[in-house]
Structure formats: structure tokens, C-alpha cells
Nanobody, 119 residues
């Protein structure tokens, strides 16, 4: 009953900002004890967590991104957003929004959206 849907431009030029939105249905982004995560999968590689936001709006970012990521939420729209600035071709990936439960299980996933970083 929980659905997540990613949206945003599929092509971003190097040095620009990647912006994605995840729209949630069937659950509230403010529901206690759930985290909302951005995960990406570069071509031919494994999953990498970009960051997450919890039910209170607290955020965490993967240090490997060197502070380039920012996650925010809109509780009225039941959405959360990823902004990743100063992108390079290494940021090319399928980006997923995901729900994480109290035990850390990634129980619901969006379908993923391809983002290409290219000039």
C-alpha cells in the first residue's frame, strides 16, 4: 500500500545541481520510526546510500559525497527532495527513494529514475 515515485530531470550537465523529488503515497513522511532514503546505483555497480531524512526532519549524508548533498521534505505534500550539487559523470546512476523501518529494512522502493550527467 506504500508507494514511492521519483521525479526530476534525467539529464544534468557537469557542475550543475541534480534535483529529484520523491512523492509518497500510502504512508506519512512524518510517521514515527521511519527513515526516508535516497539510494543510487551507478551503471554496473552496487547500491550506494546518498543520505536520509527521518520522521522529524533530521538528515544524514554519506560523507563520501563531500557535503554536496542536501535532503529536505515537505510534509504537506508528503514529499522529500534530493539536491546534489557540483555533479560529475560519476554521479550518473539510477536514483531510488526508499523507506527504511525501525530495524533498518528497506521495505518500500520507488521504481528508480535514471539520471545522466553529461555535457
Amino acid at each position: 500500500q506504500v508507494q514511492l515515485l521519483e521525479s526530476g530531470p534525467g539529464l544534468v550537465k557537469p557542475s550543475q545541481t541534480l534535483s529529484l523529488t520523491c512523492t509518497i503515497s500510502g504512508a506519512s513522511i512524518a510517521s514515527s520510526n521511519f527513515w526516508w532514503i535516497w539510494i543510487r546505483q551507478p551503471p554496473g555497480k552496487g547500491l550506494e546510500q546518498v543520505g536520509h531524512i527521518d520522521w522529524s526532519g533530521n538528515t544524514y549524508y554519506n560523507p563520501s559525497l563531500r557535503g554536496r548533498a542536501a535532503i529536505s521534505r515537505d510534509t504537506l505534500k508528503n514529499q522529500f527532495t534530493l539536491q546534489l550539487n557540483s555533479v560529475t559523470p560519476e554521479d550518473t546512476a539510477v536514483y531510488f527513494c526508499v523507506r527504511s523501518g525501525p530495524a533498518g529494512a528497506w521495505d518500500y522502493w520507488g521504481q528508480g529514475t535514471q539520471v545522466n550527467v553529461s555535457s
